[in-house]
């Protein structure tokens, strides 16, 4: 019998090494998965998670995520992702991104035999997912896609740059939860205003629009914009920041409106970004921040 969990979070992990604007250098296994796949797992919900690694990395992805909270499901690929993310300013805004190695394409057919109310895809870069699976995923559950993975490119000098998804009107209709930031959101409608933006995504299909900003995190349903504003006292655990905010909304709303979903995954992202790494608080913890700070 299959297994049951609220969320399934799918993506590639990936080598990254991060050098600070003032030189210093961290490299650990991360990617959106583990920032995503923490939070969902520790906000309390019981979460699956998918990824894949070259063989030699195996044991290296399960010690990321051996103290995680969720069940951790390996795919073989020929590489592991590998990034290189040159900050170049305190507040880590302005960066540039080199690829050092690429995953190989996921396919619905090799995700585990397992039953999940939604389908979490979290990858990196161009080529990580095509439009195709979300439409598959729409058939066994609610779909939410961080859009970041379908307009970074690596390019033939291996830099990063960033082009419009050409089948968005295509696939947005398979779509429950759409993830942009602010930035990702004028390249998919040519809009600056984040409310217009998020209503034009909406018209092309996308059920709910998430769109994350350095002051705020909007949510738009169709009906009415939301706002909530980030409160953390310091950013020095700003990585992760996109990933761990969309994983707490698409898995709150399953317990919650959108004005509550969306106070929370705020909340959750202000309090980790005052810790580098992944969120591994608690529930009562976001809870808390909550009531001290909302």
């Not at 290189?84 to 991104?97: I, V």
């Not at 995953?103 to 979490?120: G, M, Q, S, V, W």
């Not at 950013?235 to 698409?250: E, H, K, N, Q, V």
Request: proline share 2%.
């Amino acid at each position: 019998m299959s297994k049951d969990y609220d969320v399934l979070v799918i993506g590639p992990v990936s080598w990254d090494c991060n050098i600070d604007y003032q030189g210093n250098k961290r490299e650990e296994l991360g990617g959106a998965v583990v920032a995503s796949g923490f939070a969902a797992a520790k906000s309390g919900n019981k979460t699956a998670l998918f990824t894949k690694s070259k063989v030699e990395d195996k044991a290296e992805v399960e010690k990321r995520f051996a103290d995680c909270g969720a069940d951790l499901y390996w795919g073989e690929s020929k590489d592991t992702c590998s990034i290189k993310n040159q900050y170049f300013t305190a507040d880590k805004e302005k960066r540039a991104c080199t690829s050092m190695g690429v995953c190989d394409t996921f396919r619905f057919d090799e995700l585990p035999d397992i039953n999940a109310k939604i389908y979490h895809f979290a990858g990196l870069v161009w080529g990580d997912f095509y439009g195709e699976l979300f439409k598959d995923a729409s058939k066994h559950g609610k779909v939410a896609v961080d859009v970041q993975c379908l307009l970074r490119h690596v390019e033939e000098d291996k830099s990063m740059a960033f082009h419009d998804w050409a089948e968005k009107k295509e696939y947005l209709k398979y779509i429950d939860y759409l993830k942009t930031d602010a930035a990702e959101a004028e390249i998919l409608t040519g809009l600056t205003d984040r409310a217009e933006a998020a209503k034009l995504l909406f018209s092309w299909g996308a059920k709910e629009v998430l769109i994350t900003h350095n002051t705020e995190v909007l949510a738009y349903d169709g009906k009415e914009i939301y706002t909530c504003p980030i409160k953390a006292r310091n950013l020095s655990g700003r990585t992760g920041r996109g990933d761990t905010t969309f994983a707490g909304y698409i898995t709150e709303r399953q317990r919650a409106n959108v004005k509550d979903a969306l106070q929370y995954c705020t909340a959750l992202v202000s309090l980790k970004m005052e810790t580098p790494g992944p969120f591994k608080g608690t529930r009562e913890d976001v809870l808390d921040y909550i009531k001290e700070f909302y």
